[in-house]
């Protein structure tokens, strides 16, 4: 398909930077409403020829990902420490191509329910934290988590979960096949009287909007789907936005630098091509939808002798209150064959832990799903972690595969100023540009929401009838493919980055939208809500472009 | 460099490109050059080398290698060549290991000699005496390193030089296919549907 180009001396309406599961919907929303649009990725464009199941290559090596040689990040879980380079995995992990996370994300698409937006209000402060409210409701983002599930596509039941917020509309799909680790973690969590249901996923069940039903091929988590049944970007809005004529996808571009003028207005866009030429791109408006690493990162890059501390950063918050989900996960063993290496990750879901219950003394919430293991390599490497990790008893550990499935449990994070993202003050990238440095340590409350839920995952799988339960040591996380929180949305400029419709407050040409946006965690699926966010943003930024209010 | 198109001249041409620009190698491009290598040493008929590592190396980690995943009535480590995998990973694509490693053996290899002068080799002695040696350094970065890398060539794409002949995936009984029906696994073959009245 030719596709509309633009030179760089051409001023377009919009640049914005990075093209995942925000970037992507921000680029329809403004191309389909008329506003010439230039959609910069880092990485490169792929096709889905080169989508394929080699675990090492997508897993350890980057190939749709950021990796550790070329984009170096160094770590700490405390900002007194001197940070350490990661040489085998990134500390924060996200899709560095055309699609970005949206490519090999596991397509958990669980709206957050109204608490998440108010729940400071509700439950009080939480001290030593920025715990605090969204600047707008759930019943403000509804309409747009409706158009997320039409649009992008996602396959659900809706009206079988008891603690499902408010809907507008149905899912337009069924939802996929039950796995045998969605029938036990059923028929275990209602032996316990609890609510399971079927897992709403951003993965067609049956063909829609022109693209393939899923074939259950089983590599989604960490991978790009070859047939274009899980809702990438690449797959669902990029073809689309590039269909208005409007919009140009400029892959291999690696914007370092937001230009401002005297006024205080973004002016464009500074990035190396892919033969490493430093280019400028003009535009009328900037929208940076990078994640929650890329985007204060670039920020922070951008400061200026009239930006100090970085564009945008009056508050002093741009790249704080990193936020990363807890993550734990009890796996069962059964005496049969589950399989479970075939088809998407999960298909059953309990919510009935979501909200915080201040009788156990933490703050926290959080879901369950009935999942998969990753695929044979990260399973061993996981497997390893768990038991024996050597030896006779370790192989035999490694052979029940088939017959193995677990619970993962997805909950809170609080909003920590000392979990950030900043510069590195000696380490730089490929292209001499400064490292990511990443604080983070999880809070108590964190650690112990995350120990109940899988102390419920763990319950399950008994009742269930599992031969052996193992609980996955819960720890203080390093790594983390949630980005969240790093450029907070509020009403006060002293305490926030952007306002309620992603412009940042000091600069008024400046957008931003992405998982740096949100105020709090949510219980673990974050893609919904962002790609909710960026509808939003979407239409609300092209009617200030049309009314000439940018 | 588009990276889309992985035909050999293209391949030949990204790689080129790395080392012309004098950047550091990097994950894919590596990788590929790795799978490209494997690839032509196979269709020559020849055997998989190694370079990286030395022979005496070679045989060391290939035999803490098989104490990892051991040989019993279903093939191991050995069987699968982790080892050439280990050195493929150490020459290309995990390179930013390569330095540390190499010591890391090195001193694995003098508290040997040292708990055993008799010994020529830890590859030399029998399994019970290696287990047991094992047994003490197993929290080691050397250890765990090669428990990483052993594990990734047990289970990778056979093209990276472990894995061969798929014997890893048989080992723990994973299919390499690209569609699946339903159902899956055993406990799904009878599922009636979802349905609310079930609960309770």
Redesign the interface.
Known sequence: MSTRTYRDTDTVDFVIVGSGAAGGVVARELAQAGLTVVLMEQG????P??YT?????DW????ITN????NPQTFRDDEGKKAQLQ??KPALWYGRAVGGGSLHYTANFWRFHEIDFNERSVLGPVSGTGFADWPLTYADLEPYYTKVEWEIGVSG?AG?NPFDPPRSKPYPMP?L????S???F?RGA?KL?W?P??APMAINSVPYRGRSAC????FCHGFAC?VGAKASSFATVIPEAEATGRCEVRS?SYVFRIETNKAGRATGVTYFD?D?TERFQRARAVVVCANGAETPRLLLMSASSQFRHGLANSSGLVGKYLMFNTNSRTVGV?E????????VQVTRIVHDFYDSDPARGYYGGGGLDARMGP???TW??RT?TEGP????E??AR??E??RGMQVACHGTSLAIESNNVTLDPELKD?WGLPALRVTYKDHPDDLATSRFLQDRGAEILEAAGALRVTRAPVAPQTSSVHLLGTCRMGNDPRTSVIDNYHRSHDVPNLFLCDGSSLVTSGRGQPTMTIQALAFRAGEHIARFATRGEI | MDSANLSRRSLLQAIAAVIASAATPIGWTEAAAAMEQAHAASLEGGDATISFLTTAEALDVEAVAAQIVPTDEFPGAREAGAVYFIDRALATFFSQLAGDYRAQLASFQASYRERYPAAASFASVKSEQQIEHLRSIDETPFFNTTRLLTLLGMFSLPAYGGNRGGIGWKLIGFEDRHVFHPPFGYYDRDYPGFSLDKAK
């Open positions: 490169p464009k792929f096709t020829r080169t199941h080699d675990e090492l290559r350890y090596l980057g190939a990796d550790v040689v070329k040489q085998f039941l079988v939802p096949p039950v796995k045998s969605g029938v036990l059923e209602r009287g609510h249901v079927p074939v259950h091929c089983g070859e291999d892919r490493r059964f049969h064959e589950l399989n479970e290496y075939k088809s695929q044979p390599t061993a490497l390893a990790s050597w030896g006779g370790f192989k490694l052979r595969f088939p490929a």
